[in-house]
């Protein structure tokens, strides 16, 4: 793909439809796992200004901090702890409107007020292999329309 990423300045759904054939040619185009996801999370961020968007992978019984843009986070979170190791638990995405009422948040910012959390699948295995995080500084920042793009990107990775 070409080094500037065009980012379309209508609505939220717009920006993800505009957003989603660059990400998918700069997949494509690169076997790097760190390569990928320290881009994926640059576009994100481009994009969309979040307050913190990151990867953590897993290794053992925790997730470790892979490549992100924001603020330095936690480096380690165990398995079904926070938001991010229940969606492992899980398995499944989780939108939280408000990181305050979530029992077992793990606060890496006070700033954070709303987050979603997308598990990486390793399809032939069904197994969770890391997750995209992303924090925002104002509640109910995140919603379906979210959860689908975000899960068809992750499904690339
Ligand atoms: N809030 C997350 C921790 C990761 S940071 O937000 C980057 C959680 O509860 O799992």
């Known amino acids: ?12 759904e717009e920006k993800y439809r505009a957003l989603l054939p660059q990400l ?3 997949i ?10 320290a881009n994926v999370s640059a576009a994100l961020n481009e994009t969309f200004h979040f307050f913190w968007v990151g990867f953590y992978r897993v290794q053992g019984e925790e997730l470790v901090l892979g490549p992100f843009q924001g603020p330095i986070a936690c480096t380690r979170i165990r398995r079904g702890r926070g938001v991010c190791g229940t969606a492992w638990a899980k398995a499944d995405t989780l939108i939280v409107p408000d990181v305050d009422v979530f029992p077992g948040h793990i606060a ?4 954070s007020r709303s987050e979603i959390v997308v598990p990486l699948i390793r399809k032939d295995e069904n197994e969770v292999w890391g ?15 979210d959860a689908r793009f975000l899960e068809e990107v992750c499904s690339w990775l």
């Open 28 to 37: 494509d185009g690169e076997d790097d796992l760190i390569a990928n996801l």
């Open 108 to 111: 890496c910012s006070s700033l």
């Open 131 to 145: 997750v995209l995080d992303i924090d925002s500084e104002n509640l109910n920042s995140f919603d379906e329309i």
């Open 24 to 26: 998918k040619n700069l």
């Open 1 to 12: 793909m070409a080094e500037d990423l065009y980012i379309d300045k209508g609505s939220k």
